[in-house]
């Protein structure tokens, strides 16, 4: 089977990364496709649910520091849509609800985790919605980018403890790259190139939850990372190449984990936590 | 590959945090299953980053929700200290130690009809935990098997006794661990199974000499 991404491009040749992960879920862990795309399909719709709830309602969390953001950027969406168009707009708005649902304590799929988990539902709705996909090949993209997420928590980190952000909202925009590439019809190493460019660009980003909250900037990362995913998925169906090897710029993502500072992997010691506002916020919270 | 890609894309959980939030409510719902009978009183002890950072992630909440048997994706952990006060369970939480666990840790002192009983455990990240004390005895496991927890008297034979019937029931053991205080007074014995022990069985392991209880635990229950 496959350990990296070399690995798994090779076990894609010819068809698509969701089959090469599919064969090995079924090989390494004795699942049918029917029992991987009904568990799927099932966190598929936990995953709708949190990009929608807070669209429409403001949600109360603690510390309140993101209350009614998602709202907010859903109706300039609809309304002016901005400077970046009501496509990007209603991207970030998912990302936002998805963070506000999850600081409200609500109900959430982390992927790869809580704090970034706005990014993946984000990109996979959002293009489904833009190429009018079906729901199957949707979850056929969801299926990719776990596969690919799986590879990089076993040979890197998926953690800000230990990463920082570049390894939570950085992975899951990575995943969400290569999923999109695979949606609007890229081949395996169009996707992979994805990854490559949306873990690039956001190489050594620290975790720096004001108060410890997963609110600010977990939102805004969550909202600039779907973005993120998008740009990096369109560089790579363009054309361009990533000149270093994706499981290189994985081990690189790694090392500059361990190098980054105890102060910017989620203690909030660090980052815009510890700016005076961060810090006056944080007094005030608790 | 042996990481599934349901480790990536999950858990389902309710948020923010899957070590502060879905960890500590599993590590309670866990310690209720241990109590057995309904928990009438739950005392928290917090040690390191749950000390710190319970409030602003929901941690005491999760901790009593789990109490309550609120499963990790409920939406209901968020009001947990309104449901435990129509459920009549009582609840605090206060700051602790912990020598040499994990830096997500709690101790739960749990009044039950049966007395006081303390079990102590830590969220290992991705909403995954480990039962560490049992009144004071080391256990090591996670739930996430079909889990035997016995204590017995240490005397010969018992171990014995307990693996023939689990042997009867076709039950394979994945892993046992025997933890004692003093030779010849109580043991712990954690025994981890590879398939469900129906709770049938468990009763039989209890009515054997010897043995003080017999309880399953399964994070799925």
């Known amino acids: 089977m ?25 090989k390494a862990f004795g699942r049918t496709e029917e029992e991987v795309f009904l568990e799927l399909d099932k966190r598929f719709s936990v995953m709708e649910a949190s990009a929608e709830k ?7 969390t603690a510390g309140g520091l993101i209350e009614g953001v998602a709202k907010a950027q859903w109706s300039f969406a609809l309304s002016s849509g901005g400077l970046c168009g009501d496509f990007i707009n209603k991207l970030m708005a998912r990302a936002l609800s998805c963070s506000e649902v999850n600081a409200s304590m609500g109900r959430i799929c982390a992927f790869p985790t809580a704090g970034a988990c706005g990014i993946i539902p984000a990109v996979l709705i959002s293009i489904g919605e833009k190429l009018e996909l079906p729901r199957r090949t949707v979850l056929e993209a969801m299926l990719a980018a776990a596969g690919i997420g799986a590879i990089i928590q076993k040979n890197a980190t998926v953690s800000g403890a230990e990463g920082g952000c570049q390894a939570e909202c950085g992975v899951a925009a990575a995943m969400a790259a290569a999923a999109a590439v695979q949606m609007a019809g890229g081949d395996p190493e169009k996707s992979m190139h994805a990854l490559s460019f949306a873990l690039i660009n956001c190489m050594g980003l620290a975790c720096d939850p004001i108060a410890g909250l997963v609110q600010v900037p977990c939102a805004q990362r969550n909202a600039s990372q779907a973005v993120n995913a998008l740009l990096s998925a369109d560089m790579a169906l363009a054309g361009m190449k990533c000149v270093i090897p994706a499981d290189e710029v994985i081990e690189a993502m790694r090392r500059t984990g361990k190098m980054l500072p105890p102060q910017l992997k989620e203690t909030a010691q660090g980052g815009i936590a510890a700016t005076p506002a961060g810090k006056k916020l944080r007094d005030k919270i608790f | 590959m042996d990481t599934s890609v349901f480790e990536v894309a999950g858990p389902v959980m309710i948020g923010p945090s899957s070590s502060h939030t879905a960890g500590a409510a599993r590590l309670s719902r866990i310690a209720r299953q241990i109590a057995g009978s309904p928990v009438l009183k739950a005392d928290f002890g917090l040690h390191g980053s749950f000390a710190e950072t319970y409030k602003g992630h929901g941690s005491d909440k999760a901790l ?22 129509s459920q009549g369970l009582s609840f605090s939480f206060h700051p602790t130690e912990l020598e040499g666990f994990h830096e997500n840790s709690v101790e739960m002192s749990l009044t039950t009809e049966e007395g006081l009983m303390t079990i102590a455990g830590s969220s290992i990240g991705g909403g995954e935990i480990l039962i560490k004390k049992i009144n004071g005895f080391d256990v090591e496991f996670s739930g996430l098997t079909p889990t035997l927890v016995i204590f017995q008297l240490d005397k010969r034979g018992v171990l014995s006794e307990v693996t023939r019937l689990l042997a009867e029931h076709g039950i394979n053991i994945g892993n046992m661990r025997l933890s004692r205080k003093a030779k010849g007074d109580i043991a712990a014995c954690v025994i981890e199974a590879d398939s469900d022990v129906p709770a049938e069985l468990a009763e039989k392991i209890k009515e054997l000499d010897n043995v003080i209880s017999a309880r399953v635990i399964h994070a799925d229950f």
């Open chain 1, 54 to 60: 807070a669209l429409e309602k403001s949600l109360e």
């Open chain 2, 64 to 85: 009593v929700a789990g109490m309550l048997g609120f499963r990790e994706d409920d939406e209901r952990i968020s009001k947990a200290f309104e449901e435990a006060e």
């Open chain 1, 2 to 26: 496959y350990n990296n991404i070399s690995g798994l491009l090779r076990l894609a040749q010819g068809k698509s990364i969701w089959q090469a992960v599919l064969q090995n879920e079924a």
